[in-house]
Every structure is written in structure tokens, then in C-alpha cells.
């Protein structure tokens, strides 16, 4: 059995921005003491806005679901009905986008293609861009209008064709993708967001498509801050209202249907932070607009995002057995984040957990146990840690003297219960 070993870092000022475990391959044995981590270099998070909320006291919101999430630290700042699945309606166009962008960049889809609405695309329920049968449409002005008119007729037409000319395909296509996002509540059953029985997601499986979409595709996303677009001499408006109340707010995606109420995913970039939050179920556009507002000005106000660590530095060495090495540097390999409540950084303690025995081979990149960050005795979030480079096998002699002492130290690990 695998014993976790927990060493307290130092407590560090956060305002100052310092800063699956290795299967054991024998019986139990005791943990093994890890040096102390070496501190970040220190470096001030950016200036923020003064607080008018409490972290502790998140804003009331009247929704159905809803979801905060800080894209640099992956952290959850606050929640409702996170995996109650719900109708996503036109949020189900971020999928459809996403897999767009996803053609593009592998080129199975050109940007000046020229499209042509099928006749059941043509004449599908619900907004839409206004696409003429007779007229082809590029794949830019498709985007274009599936994205900022929520045009169903877009969105089937682009489904269509990275279907083979099938939008059952393409829905297959979804649902794979939407698995290995690890979207794991989520079933679509067609690419427009139109009710129908089955097509389910939740505000954290949301959450995450609106991450993938800002980290994956860079390029494509200024595509969901355009506040209008004509085609067809028809000029449509945004119907995300914070694109044009809050000039930090560029995205993302406005949906709703009878059944579903009135969504809104929104991201929001201030002061170096980017801010996603999903609300569903409202009984308005104003109140879908007002009510993502609040999320994100807490958001934003009541905590601040320094960096933790850099990628590639090493906070602690783990002692390995049967190794060519006898010790692992562990860390992270890109930069990390965490978010905290604002001013809070002296109540801050990072507790570094590694699992014991680590047992060569290991390679970089391999989970090696956890960083938690403590206030108040209260974890409020963790991080895995990993190994920063590979350890080989060591050499016959190596192995056979570690068998003995991880003998050993099971033996005695066994007496002391």
C-alpha cells in the first residue's frame, strides 16, 4: 500500500508571487523525507481594480446554472448545479466552431471555400443568417454568421460539410470531440442547439468547451467579440449584450430556446486575468447579460491571479529507488497560476504531497503527487506535480539493494501499525 508524504513549504507572500502518482512496485513502505521546494522568484501580480466584493460572499445569481472559472489557474471561483445537465441551446455552436477552427488548421476546410446551403439547412427553424440556396457562401462568412447571428442555416451548412454532406456525421464528430475535451455529461444531437430530446451538456462541461476554444484556437477567437455582421444585406447584431457594456468582455456565445431560457457564455480579459463564466436558464436577454456581469466583476474584484511557479522550475527534489539517479527534480512544466482571494497572500501555505515509494523508470511529465495551497487550514485548490525529467532503470546492483531496503522498510512500516 502507497503512503503520501506531506512536507509544508515555507509560508510565502503571494502578493509578492512566490511561488497519477508513480505506482509503487513493492509492498508499503514509509514515506521518505523530500528537501523543501525552492521558492519563485518573486514578481507583483498587476494592478487590479479595488475590491467591492467578498471572495467569501459570491453575488446572488438568478439562473438555472452558472459557473466562474479563472482560465490561468483552471480554478472554479463559484458555482450552481455545476453537472446538472441542462438544454445548451446555441452555446451548442461553440462545439460547432470549435470543430470549424479545428478544420482549418488541419485544411480540410479553406476560409475563402464557397459553400452552399442545402435545402434543409435553408429551411431550418430558428435565427439564422439568411443564406440564399442559389448563392454560395464562404466558409469566413459562414463562421461569421453562425457565430454573431447564431444563423442555424450557417451552422448546418459548415456541419454538413465537415460531414461528408452528412450532419449526422458531423454530430458524431461532436460527441467525440466533446468526450476527449472531457466534456462527460454532455450528448449533442445536432449542431445547431435546437431542442431536442437527449441533446444535454452543464455549465462545468461548457465551461470547459469555452476554455478549449480560447486556449486552442487564439487565431479564430476575435471572431466572437464582432458586434455585427451583414450578409445578404441583412445586418444583425451581437446578441451578447456585454460586448457592448463592458470593453474587456470579447466573447463568447448567446443562446436560447422556449425550453431552455435565456444562456450566455462570457469571457472577459482585464488586467492580464481572463474570466469565463457560463450562465443558463435566465428569463431574459438583459437578465443573462446582468447576471454573467456580476460573476465577472466579482471575478475580477474580489481575487487577484499571481503566478506560482514557472515552468521548468524545481520546487523540490524526491528521492527515487532502483534508479540510474537517486533523486528527481519535480515541478511543473509550464507556468503556473493560482487564483486567491485579494490581499489574502500572508494566510497562504503551499503543502507539497509526494507518493512514496517512487520507483524508476519514470518519465518527464509523470505525476508524482500534489501541490495543495492552504488558508485558513481550507484547501482551495491543487496542483499535480511532475516529474521535470526522466530517471532510466538503474543498474542490476541498484535494483537488487532497493529490493532489499524497500523489504526492509515494508517490514517496518508493518510493525509500527
Known amino acids: 500500500m502507497k503512503k503520501t508524504l506531506s512536507v509544508?513549504?515555507?509560508?510565502?507572500?503571494?502578493?509578492?508571487?512566490?511561488?497519477?502518482?508513480?505506482?509503487?512496485?513493492?509492498?508499503?513502505?514509509?514515506?521518505?523525507?523530500?528537501?523543501?521546494?525552492?521558492?519563485?522568484?518573486?514578481?507583483?501580480?498587476?494592478?487590479?481594480?479595488?475590491?467591492?466584493?467578498?471572495?467569501?460572499?459570491?453575488?446572488?445569481i438568478a439562473a438555472a446554472a452558472y459557473i466562474v472559472t479563472d482560465l490561468h489557474s483552471h480554478q472554479v471561483l463559484t458555482s450552481s448545479n455545476i453537472d446538472t445537465q441542462i438544454e445548451p441551446a446555441s452555446l451548442t455552436k461553440m462545439m460547432t466552431a470549435y470543430l470549424t477552427f479545428k478544420a482549418l488548421e488541419n485544411g480540410t476546410l479553406r476560409a475563402d471555400q464557397m459553400l452552399t446551403v442545402s435545402d434543409a439547412g435553408w429551411k431550418i427553424e430558428g435565427s439564422r443568417m439568411f443564406l440564399?440556396?442559389?448563392?454560395?457562401?464562404?466558409?469566413?462568412?459562414?463562421i461569421k454568421g453562425m457565430i454573431v447571428q447564431s444563423g442555424n442555416d450557417a451552422a448546418t451548412t459548415l456541419a454538413e460539410a465537415m460531414g461528408g454532406g452528412s450532419v449526422d456525421v458531423f454530430v458524431q464528430q461532436m460527441n467525440e470531440e466533446a468526450k476527449r475535451l472531457g466534456m462527460t455529461?454532455?450528448?449533442?444531437?445536432?449542431?445547431?442547439?435546437?431542442?431536442?430530446?437527449?441533446?444535454?451538456?452543464?455549465?462545468?462541461?461548457?465551461?470547459?468547451?469555452?476554455?478549449?476554444?480560447i486556449h486552442d484556437y487564439p487565431k479564430y477567437?476575435?471572431?466572437?467579440?464582432?458586434?455585427?455582421?451583414?450578409?445578404?444585406?441583412?445586418?444583425?447584431?451581437?446578441?451578447?449584450?456585454?460586448?457592448?457594456?463592458?470593453?474587456?468582455?470579447?466573447?463568447?456565445?448567446?443562446?436560447?430556446?422556449?425550453?431552455a431560457g435565456y444562456n450566455l457564455a462570457a469571457s472577459s480579459k482585464r488586467n492580464g486575468r481572463r474570466i469565463v463564466s457560463i450562465v443558463v436558464g435566465t428569463d431574459s436577454t438583459e437578465a443573462r447579460a446582468s447576471?454573467?456581469?456580476?460573476?465577472?466583476?466579482?471575478?475580477?474584484?474580489?481575487?487577484?491571479?499571481?503566478?506560482l511557479?514557472?515552468?521548468?522550475?524545481?520546487?523540490?527534489?524526491v528521492k527515487v529507488y532502483k534508479g540510474s539517479s537517486k533523486s528527481?527534480?519535480?515541478?511543473?512544466?509550464?507556468?503556473?497560476?493560482?487564483?486567491?482571494?485579494h490581499d489574502a497572500g500572508q494566510n497562504?501555505?503551499?503543502?507539497?504531497?509526494?507518493?512514496?515509494?517512487?520507483?524508476?523508470?519514470?518519465?518527464k511529465g509523470q505525476s508524482l503527487g500534489k501541490l495543495k495551497i492552504v488558508k485558513d487550514g481550507k484547501v482551495i485548490t491543487e496542483k499535480n506535480v511532475v516529474a521535470l525529467h526522466s530517471v532510466e532503470e538503474g543498474s542490476w546492483f541498484r535494483r537488487m539493494w532497493d529490493d532489499i531496503v524497500l523489504w526492509f522498510k515494508g517490514l517496518f512500516g508493518s510493525s509500527s501499525k
Open 185 to 213: 455529461k454532455t450528448h449533442f444531437k445536432n449542431p445547431t442547439g435546437l431542442a431536442a430530446e437527449g441533446h444535454v451538456s452543464t455549465v462545468g462541461d461548457l465551461a470547459i468547451l469555452s476554455a478549449a476554444l
Open 221 to 259: 477567437y476575435p471572431v466572437f467579440s464582432i458586434k455585427s455582421f451583414k450578409y445578404n444585406n441583412v445586418e444583425q447584431p451581437n446578441r451578447n449584450l456585454l460586448l457592448y457594456r463592458d470593453s474587456s468582455v470579447d466573447g463568447l456565445k448567446t443562446g436560447h430556446t422556449e425550453s
Open 309 to 317: 511557479y514557472n515552468g521548468g522550475e524545481i520546487i523540490s527534489k
Open 328 to 341: 528527481v527534480n519535480v515541478g511543473f512544466l509550464e507556468d503556473v497560476y493560482i487564483t486567491i482571494p
Open 132 to 142: 440564399n440556396p442559389k448563392v454560395p457562401a464562404s466558409v469566413s462568412d459562414l
Open 8 to 60: 509544508l513549504i515555507a509560508a510565502m507572500m503571494i502578493t509578492a508571487a512566490q511561488a497519477a502518482p508513480q505506482a509503487a512496485k513493492n509492498n508499503a513502505a514509509p514515506a521518505v523525507a523530500a528537501s523543501e521546494p525552492v521558492p519563485a522568484a518573486a514578481s507583483q501580480p498587476e494592478a487590479m481594480m479595488p475590491s467591492i466584493n467578498s471572495p467569501d460572499a459570491p453575488p446572488a
Open 291 to 307: 447576471e454573467s456581469g456580476k460573476l465577472l466583476n466579482w471575478a475580477l474584484q474580489a481575487f487577484d491571479t499571481p503566478k
Open 348 to 363: 497562504i501555505k503551499p503543502i507539497l504531497e509526494t507518493v512514496q515509494p517512487v520507483v524508476a523508470p519514470i518519465r
